[in-house]
């Protein structure tokens, strides 16, 4: 089966722009994540789907940050306007479900450097 | 809430030998585990979970990890290690019933010839 699709894989972009991240879950997922990942740090939670609907996004910093799964398969994570503190690779995983059941597969990842 | 305290952020070993990777968390409620292993430039595998029943956890790769409920640990070992296992590690704890994952810092695990 095709794995989790992200693109783009480097993104380099200047403070103050908007930058867009894209990912494709596997095929009948419903359960969909956007994590970040900081430099020498574990993956953090941003924002989880149930089909279309966002189900955890309290850890969402809402002032700049968007996302959205229209349809309930693929989904974009949208900053705007981006900052310095930004910068980091940008995971996204899909399950079938959200029952621990269901493993997590993960995307490689965009990893997005602010200057 | 939940954390997950990842103590060695890198372990070195040679070819063959054995290791241990420690995982210590701290939770208010019942709890699933995690090992996942990254690869450079690649996103995150799973390598086992402990979710019931045995405390005693085989994954892929040679992998184990053993579940402590009493010292809160869910440490990962391989007997013998490969030049292949060189990556990061993170452990992850859950709470039960649904999956809302919390990753320690990870530690990266540098197998040498």
């Known amino acids: 089966e095709a794995g989790v699709v992200q693109s783009p894989r480097y993104k380099i972009i200047e403070k103050k722009q908007p930058v867009a991240f894209w990912c494709n879950p596997i095929s009948g997922h419903n359960t969909l994540y956007w994590y970040r990942q900081n430099l020498g740090q574990g993956p953090e939670l941003l924002i989880r789907y149930e089909n279309e609907e966002a189900v955890d996004d309290s850890q969402l910093p809402k002032d700049r940050f968007s996302a959205e799964r229209l349809k309930g398969v693929d989904s974009t994570l949208k900053i705007q306007p981006a900052e310095l503190g930004d910068s980091a690779v940008y995971l996204c995983a899909s399950s079938l479900d959200d029952g621990a059941n269901s493993p997590l597969h993960f995307g490689n990842g965009t990893r997005l450097t602010v200057t | 809430a939940q954390s997950v305290t990842q103590l060695d952020s890198q372990v070195p070993v040679f070819e063959e030998a054995p290791v241990e990777l420690r995982c210590n968390y701290s939770?208010?409620?019942?709890?699933?585990l995690f090992w996942y292993v990254q690869y450079p430039n690649q996103g995150l595998q799973l390598l086992l979970k402990y979710l019931s029943g045995s405390t005693l956890v085989k994954g892929i790769n040679g992998f184990e990890a053993e579940f402590n409920k009493s010292q809160t640990s869910f440490h990962l070992r391989k007997p013998s290690v490969h030049i292949s296992d060189t990556a990061e590690y993170f452990c992850a704890v859950s709470p039960t019933g649904f999956q809302k994952l919390v990753f320690g810092t990870g530690t990266r695990l540098l197998v040498s010839p």
């Open positions: 939770s208010s409620v019942s709890v699933y």
